[in-house]
């Protein structure tokens, strides 16, 4: 957990970041000694901010960095709940593990984990999810809805619409999504959506839902096999990319669409969603555990099923499954 004063310290100092503070202001705004003040500004220098001292005058903060620390994450973090309690880890086998156990364990709504690293990330359909050290954004995060489990899926399509939005609003990349969790940037995989729950048969208790984003990996970070289907953001942007601003961003959106999706039911998001949607009047394929279905793919439903008119005229919904288009 950042201690409460660092992440006050940090906004003080970034909302002078022209200018220098002292530390008896400092003092004052965080409530603890100028001794203790300065212990802190060492943990932060520590953490990779940059901070600038110079007698009689005080502190000024020259540079944020872009480490997934919980202080710098929090540090622009713009949303009420969703990653406010964040929990930064380095190398972990999955975040979707560990956000299981956190939600067991009474973890509030909105905590997100995180990691540099996954050894063992996981993707739809068993598949392994490449995670390496440092590069992308490997994150999971606990909602607890008061709904049905059959909602589970429209959460997944609802995070797909927020992810687009942040990934506009840092890059200004146009990303398209394929259903029902693909996130696809010139036709290869930007970013993967693995929605989780725990649930009894009336009731969600907690939904985890993983985000795996290729964020600043070079060509030579991807495996043979994925170099033909799989891209980063800076590959395509061609300049590395703030990964604490993306997850700021896809927090704050998910937030704004979440409490829509409450207020107002799934209507106005999956309008939002087929706005994005690649595959939505095209004529695809779709791999299920059942076999192959070929036809066009009409749209989806309130409940997030694709619904696909095959040669006869017959509407298939699609539950699970790969689309080729
Ligand atoms: C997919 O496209 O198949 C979904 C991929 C989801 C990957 C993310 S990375 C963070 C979280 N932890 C995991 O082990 N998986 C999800």
């Not at 839902?209 to 970070?221: S, T, Y």
């Given at each position: 957990?950042?201690?409460?004063?660092?992440?006050?310290?940090?906004?003080?100092?970034?909302?002078?970041?022209?200018t220098?503070?002292?530390?008896?202001q400092?003092?004052?705004?965080?409530?603890?000694?100028?001794?203790?003040?300065?212990?802190?500004?060492?943990?932060?220098?520590?953490?990779?901010?940059?901070?600038?001292?110079?007698?009689?005058?005080?502190?000024?903060?020259?540079?944020?960095?872009?480490?997934?620390?919980?202080?710098?994450?929090?540090?622009?973090?713009?949303?009420?709940?969703?990653?406010?309690?964040?929990?930064?880890?380095?190398?972990?086998?999955?975040?979707?593990?560990?956000?299981?156990?956190?939600?067991?364990?009474?973890?509030?709504?909105?905590t997100?984990?995180?990691?540099?690293?996954?050894?063992?990330?996981?993707?739809?359909m068993?598949?392994?999810?490449?995670?390496?050290?440092?590069?992308?954004?490997?994150?999971?995060?606990?909602?607890?809805?008061?709904?049905?489990?059959?909602?589970?899926?429209?959460?997944?399509?609802?995070?797909?619409?927020?992810?687009?939005?942040?990934?506009?609003?840092?890059?200004?990349?146009?990303?398209?999504?394929?259903?029902?969790?693909?996130?696809?940037?010139?036709?290869?995989?930007?970013?993967?959506?693995?929605?989780?729950?725990?649930?009894?048969?009336?009731?969600?208790?907690?939904l985890i839902?993983?985000?795996?984003?290729?964020?600043?990996?070079?060509?030579?970070?991807f495996?043979?096999?994925?170099?033909?289907?799989?891209?980063?953001?800076?590959?395509?942007?061609?300049?590395?990319?703030?990964?604490?601003?993306?997850?700021?961003?896809?927090?704050?959106?998910?937030?704004?669409?979440?409490?829509i999706?409450?207020?107002?039911?799934?209507?106005?998001?999956?309008?939002?969603?087929?706005?994005?949607?690649?595959?939505?009047?095209?004529?695809?394929?779709?791999?299920?555990?059942?076999?192959?279905?070929?036809?066009?793919?009409?749209?989806?439903?309130?409940?997030?099923?694709?619904?696909?008119?095959?040669?006869?005229?017959?509407?298939?919904?699609?539950y699970?499954?790969?689309?080729?288009?």
């Open positions: 957990m950042a201690s409460k004063i660092r992440e006050s310290l940090l906004s003080s100092l970034s909302a002078h970041q022209e220098y503070v002292s530390g008896q400092l003092a004052e705004e965080t409530g603890c000694s100028r001794t203790a003040i300065w212990k802190h500004i060492e943990e932060l220098r520590n953490e990779g901010f940059t901070i600038e001292s110079k007698k009689k005058r005080g502190y000024r903060l020259l540079k944020t960095n872009d480490q997934l620390t919980e202080n710098n994450l929090l540090l622009g973090m713009e949303t009420k709940a969703l990653g406010r309690t964040i929990v930064v880890m380095d190398s972990v086998d999955s975040t979707q593990k560990i956000a299981h156990t956190l939600a067991q364990d009474k973890a509030p709504e909105g997100l984990v995180i990691a540099e690293e996954q050894r063992a990330g996981r993707g739809r068993a598949r392994v999810w490449h995670s390496p050290k440092g590069t992308g954004i490997w994150m999971s995060l606990l909602l607890r809805p008061s709904l049905p489990p059959q909602k589970a899926p429209q959460f997944t399509l609802i995070t797909a619409v927020a992810v687009v939005q942040a990934i506009w609003d840092v890059c200004q990349l146009d990303v398209e999504i394929k259903w029902p969790n693909d996130l696809l940037l010139n036709n290869k995989k930007i970013t993967g959506i693995l929605t989780e729950l725990q649930a009894d048969s009336e009731q969600i208790h907690s839902i993983g985000i795996g984003m290729n964020v600043n990996q070079e060509k030579k970070d495996p043979e096999e994925l170099l033909s289907i799989a891209t980063s953001l800076s590959i395509e942007k061609g300049e590395k990319i703030s990964r604490s601003e993306l997850v700021q961003r896809v927090m704050y959106h998910l937030e704004r669409y979440y409490q999706y409450l207020e107002k039911g799934f209507t106005p998001i999956k309008l939002l969603w087929e706005s994005y949607a690649v595959s939505i009047g095209k004529y695809i394929t779709a791999r299920t555990l059942n076999g192959e279905l070929t036809g066009v793919a009409l749209g989806i439903t309130d409940d997030g099923v694709l619904l696909l008119e095959d040669e006869k005229g017959t509407v298939h919904s699609i699970s499954a790969d689309i080729e288009i």
